[in-house]
């Protein structure tokens, strides 16, 4: 090959490596914040993805130009219906790996539930509440975190699916013996969106992104397109490797499956919670692809990955931001081009 002219930049980022397919569409949440947080409480919860809306805040940015001065936000409604506590499990570390050490499950779970989580909890081998929660007591000087057993019902939300997503969610905040007390007292019960979010706070977003199938490297990595009288073809990289070593480096961009892959978008930042019966939020004819939102909803600001429908997980932001927490005043709502008032928050203070 003669001297180059121009350098060429990489093309397409190995961050997201390997680029396979999601095995299941419920996200696998690996960390859960350490900061910020005094009393324990659950580090994310699932919503569903509705649609998105434009929402006319005031910019409540301090020293900006625009502080005070209406703005607009391409934003996203997330319905949210209740999730259900089942149970929790105690980990253990030895040498830096976390390990399953006591489950504790609710009594009397519905019989679909105790299928679900047959893999953890085996009808032959099962303790009562009580049993397991005196086990999980005696065992507080080897856990060091707990993490909540949850379940959300998509039909609740208006989804055809009646099987509930469940996941494990991590308890933040405080320390073992204080999150043992947190989620004995949330074992069986429900929580509210209303009682979780609150206006103007951040978190992450977390999904199973849309998927796009096979996709060659011009549109999976980015890679330019070869001169038109190339030989062969064009919509390919120009060489794979060299002579020696004879092996195809993983680096090299390589066609492969497109989408369905976990990611997440951080310090997103809540500009309503509400519900439909107070503040109706569904257009006319209902959300493309959805329908008509039922019960409680979240809407945050931007977009969030995956498809209309799809189970989004959101998280106590990983690195929270500096700033106060202050809810937006909203002043209207556009949705389907007609503009909706929507309960605000009061203005800001100079």
């Known amino acids: 090959m003669g001297h180059r002219k121009h350098s060429t930049p990489r093309r397409g980022s190995l961050a997201f490596s390997p680029r396979a397919r999601h095995q299941v569409l419920v996200p696998r949440i690996r960390n859960w914040t350490t900061r910020g947080i005094d009393k324990p409480t659950l580090g994310g919860f699932p919503l ?45 570390r030895k040498n830096g790996i976390d390990f399953a050490l006591v489950d504790v499950f609710a009594n009397n779970l519905p019989e679909e539930i105790q299928e679900r989580i047959s893999f ?4 032959k081998d099962s303790e009562s509440f009580d049993a397991s929660l005196k086990k999980a007591e005696s065992m507080l000087g080897q856990i060091v975190n707990f993490a909540a057993v949850v379940g959300v019902t ?36 429900t929580i509210k969106a209303s009682d979780y979010f609150k206006p103007g706070a ?13 996709e060659g490297v011009i549109t999976r990595f980015g890679v330019k397109r070869k001169q038109h009288k190339s030989r062969k073809t064009v919509r390919e990289v120009g060489v794979i490797s060299p002579w020696h070593p004879a092996t195809v480096m993983y680096t090299v961009p390589r066609a492969g ?47 969030v990955p995956g498809p209309i429908k799809r189970l989004v997980d959101t998280r106590l932001p990983l690195y929270p931001r500096r700033q106060k927490v202050q809810p937006p005043r909203v002043v209207e709502v556009n949705i389907a081009g007609k503009a909706m008032p929507l309960i605000s928050a009061p203005a800001p203070s100079k």
């Open 202 to 214: 951040y978190v992450d977003t977390i999904a199973i992104t849309k998927g796009k199938g096979f």
């Open 48 to 92: 569903f993805k509705v649609g998105m809306v434009q929402i006319v805040t005031l910019d409540d940015r301090e020293k900006t130009p625009n502080f005070g001065k209406p703005m607009f936000n391409p934003a996203t409604v997330l319905s949210a219906p209740s999730v259900t506590v089942y149970g929790f499990r105690g980990y253990g």
């Open 154 to 189: 998509p039909n609740e939300a208006g989804l055809a699916n009646g099987n509930p997503q469940i996941q494990e969610v991590g308890i933040v905040g405080g320390n073992p013996k204080s999150q043992f007390e947190y989620v004995k007292e949330i074992v069986g019960n």
């Open 257 to 303: 499956q497109m989408g369905f892959h976990q990611r997440a978008d951080k310090n997103k930042r809540i500009l309503a919670v509400s519900n439909a019966q107070q503040n109706p939020i569904t257009p006319s004819g209902g959300f493309p692809h959805f329908g008509d939102v039922r019960g409680d909803y979240v809407i945050v600001r931007g977009s």
């Open 120 to 123: 953890v909890r085996n009808s």
